[in-house]
């Protein structure tokens, strides 16, 4: 097991000790850690406060880049589809989760009112009027215009972004 797996699942378990939930993950850039950060949910009262989000957001601000092309993201466990987004958005070279869901589901289970992991992909792969999460579109004309106004502060680009070549 390497140095930051093992980091990894430490910082896991005192989270755990500290009462919190048992994830956490370890940003590494040229060998050394650059980010790392347990799931703060329970302590934070932030159902956004995952360990790969604050790290992610820890390892982008200090780089001063939305992007990880270079770096290794070591998770404890595969990502939930939040997490996965913002690993799909900020592009790291790799991602090394330690354990599978199927592996831990005796021991813990995230069960939300609209949401389980276990269920969860096939319902995102769901139009958006077909989900359990009561959503309903309210289509505003002026809504474009913010999006146009971007478009033209940005030089006529429909592109947010480019990512830098590894």
């Known amino acids: ?39 703060m949910v329970a302590q934070a009262n932030d159902p956004t406060a995952h360990a790969e989000i604050l790290a992610i957001r820890e390892a982008c601000m200090k780089l001063g880049t939305e992007h990880l092309v270079d770096s290794t993201v070591y998770l404890m466990a595969h990502p939930c ?33 609209y949401f389980e992991v276990s269920t969860f992909y096939d319902e995102f792969a769901k139009s958006w009027d077909q989900r359990r999460l009561p959503m309903r579109y309210q289509p505003q004309d002026d809504a474009v215009d913010v999006y146009r106004f971007w478009n033209e502060r940005n030089g006529g680009q429909p592109r947010s972004t480019v990512v830098p070549s590894p």
């Open 1 to 39: 097991m390497t140095d930051f797996a093992r980091r990894t699942i430490e910082l896991a378990r005192r989270n755990v000790a500290d009462g919190g939930r048992p994830f956490a993950t370890v940003i590494v850039n040229d060998g050394e850690v650059l980010a790392e950060s347990a799931n």
């Open 81 to 113: 589809p939040m997490c996965l987004g913002s690993l799909y958005y900020c592009s790291p070279k790799e991602v090394i989760f330690l354990i599978t869901r199927e592996a831990y589901e005796q021991y813990y289970l995230d069960d939300r009112k």
